[in-house]
């Protein structure tokens, strides 16, 4: 008995082992076939700017996909970024490999680009070389330190960075000085910025010595300033125009500027009168608690001459003495598109062109995507593009613009949809259109059109909804018109059909265990 019970157990160790045996051949069979193929990374780009880059870049030494695979976003991306930001990885070329980013990647970090683990399989190869890479974007840096305000009491400190940073670290790091001893500053605020007040006492003669170690980085950042910060202030004694803040421009006509002052202003003083040379059209004075703000068309590359008159007066009565004059210029505007509507109709039977504007960009990339009928309720709950509709050939529109001049102009749709006489039925529907600077994917806009002949017109009630559907092209009344009421979870809890004058009754429950109507949808049916 024990002698069969050991040979049973002895045959079955036998088994197990020759089943181990066969499964390490077929798998180093297996990889061994894929280490046939080699890949070598050349090199990682942008080396420079990151934080201004719109994607990562790989370069191999060989072509690795077929031309099939170019411009599609991978599902098992053989490369992973550390820390993990928000994009997708995708083939430019068939020895290109990007990670396109959904938004700029945050200064003052490391990151790391390294092989996913399962490479080989992804790939049908092996990597050879150099296979982990890290890459920075730009340290922290100052970009600005000045007085702000002045008052009896104390002095407020604007320090401008080129990243967020916390007060309470800032603070940490900060030193400043008069020609005695140390003062004790304190943030006036809480939250992160990458612009900071900081009050301190009122130093006993005119100057500020400001110093920020070399170890202070952003917030959540891991590259520091590197070499210590340090200038000295000049803190007014008495009452005078200090500044001139411009603000940047893009597609708004109206530019600001805040005149600033050392001290606040009288606030029972009448709005004073302010020169600037060359003349503004239509210029608007406000006077704020530290400063006047001006408002107008000022040109973009033009250098002015404010003057304000010397009796505008301070909180405590203390007036300039003299007219006081300040120059400023007035920046280029920032590129820009928008499309002056989030949302609009267009007719089938129109032109189908759609209003932007734009300034200072030389191309634009225009695209489309159709929104799924069954996918309305999910995409306008902001749900994954890629998820509720299907895209359509982008175009790619060279621009010749007027520098610094916002423009207005119509994108052909149509380019884009295909010729509408031939296609008039088959291209109605919910598309959302996206508009892109070729030079800067985060110049870009959308606005989500619908092309249809069907007007809605409707009127809640007590137990649902009275509707009336027209044609948008004739105004007139149209029969057969399905209309549905649907809750945010997409679920359709009424239908109804519009009778000869284009009228209908949607009964929709007063509590709905789905949630009350979201949306209303028509839907011609002949």
Excluded at 179 to 187: E, Q
Excluded at 203 to 231: C, I, M, Y
Aim: hydrophobic share 45%; proline share 7%; aromatic share 6%.
């Amino acid at each position: 008995m024990f002698s069969a019970r050991r040979r049973f157990w002895l045959l079955g160790g036998i088994l197990v082992l020759i089943n181990i045996a066969g499964l390490v051949w077929i798998r180093q069979s297996l990889v061994g076939r894929a280490f046939t193929t080699r890949f070598r990374v050349m090199s990682l780009l942008p080396q420079a700017n990151l934080d201004a880059a719109d994607r990562l870049a790989l370069l191999f030494d060989t072509p690795v996909v077929q031309a099939g695979a170019i411009g599609r976003a991978l599902d098992r991306p053989p490369f992973m970024v550390s820390p993990s930001p928000a994009g997708h990885w995708q083939w430019s070329a068939v020895d290109r490999l990007e990670f396109v980013l959904d938004k700029p990647l945050p200064a003052g970090r490391r990151f790391k680009v390294l092989p996913a683990k399962d490479f080989e399989l992804t790939l049908g190869g092996a990597l050879v070389g150099k296979s982990e890479f890290e890459v920075q974007t730009r340290a922290l840096q100052v970009k600005a330190c000045t007085v702000a305000h002045v008052d009896p009491d104390g002095v407020d400190i604007l320090f401008e960075f080129n990243q967020p940073v916390a007060p309470r670290d800032l603070i940490e790091a900060l030193t400043v000085k008069d020609d005695k001893a140390k003062l004790a500053p304190v943030p006036l605020g809480h939250d992160p910025a990458d612009k900071i007040m900081v009050r301190t006492p009122r130093p006993a003669k005119t100057e500020l010595a400001v110093r920020l170690d070399k170890e202070l980085t952003g917030h959540g950042g891991q590259l520091a300033l590197g070499s210590a910060f340090a200038t000295t202030l000049q803190v007014a004694q008495k009452f005078r125009l200090t500044r001139a803040d411009v603000s940047n421009p893009g597609l708004e006509e109206t530019v600001g500027v805040m005149l600033g002052f050392s001290t606040q202003l009288d606030k029972e003083q009448a709005t004073p009168q302010v020169t600037v040379t060359p003349p503004v059209k239509d210029l608007q004075v406000v006077r704020e608690t530290y400063g006047l703000r001006l408002a107008g068309p000022f040109a973009c590359g033009q250098r002015y001459k404010a003057e304000v008159p010397e009796t505008i007066r301070s909180a405590g009565g203390e007036s300039l003495g003299q007219a006081a004059t300040i120059y400023f210029e007035v920046p280029d505007r920032e590129p820009a598109v928008r499309f002056p509507f989030a949302n609009g109709i267009l007719s089938p039977q129109g032109n189908l062109s759609l209003d932007a504007e734009l300034v200072n960009v030389v191309g634009v990339k225009l695209a489309m995507a159709k929104v799924h009928a069954n996918n309305l309720v999910a995409h306008l709950n902001e749900a994954d593009e890629a998820m509720t509709s299907r895209s359509l050939p982008e175009k790619t529109i060279k621009l010749d613009l007027p520098h610094n001049q916002p423009t207005k102009t119509a994108l052909d749709l149509g380019a884009l949809l295909g010729d509408p006489k031939e296609k008039e039925k088959s291209i109605r529907g919910v598309y959302r259109v996206f508009l892109q600077s070729t030079a800067d994917r985060w110049t870009d806009a959308s606005s989500m059109v619908a092309i249809t002949d069907l007007g809605l017109t409707a009127k809640q009630q007590r137990d649902g909804y009275l509707v009336f559907v027209t044609s948008l092209r004739t105004a007139k009344p149209l029969e057969g018109v399905k209309v549905s009421a649907i809750t945010r979870n997409n679920q359709v809890i009424a239908t109804a059909v519009t009778d000869a004058d284009g009228l209908t009754t949607l009964r929709t429950p007063a509590k709905h265990p789905d949630g009350p109507v979201w949306v209303l949808v028509a839907e011609a049916t002949g």
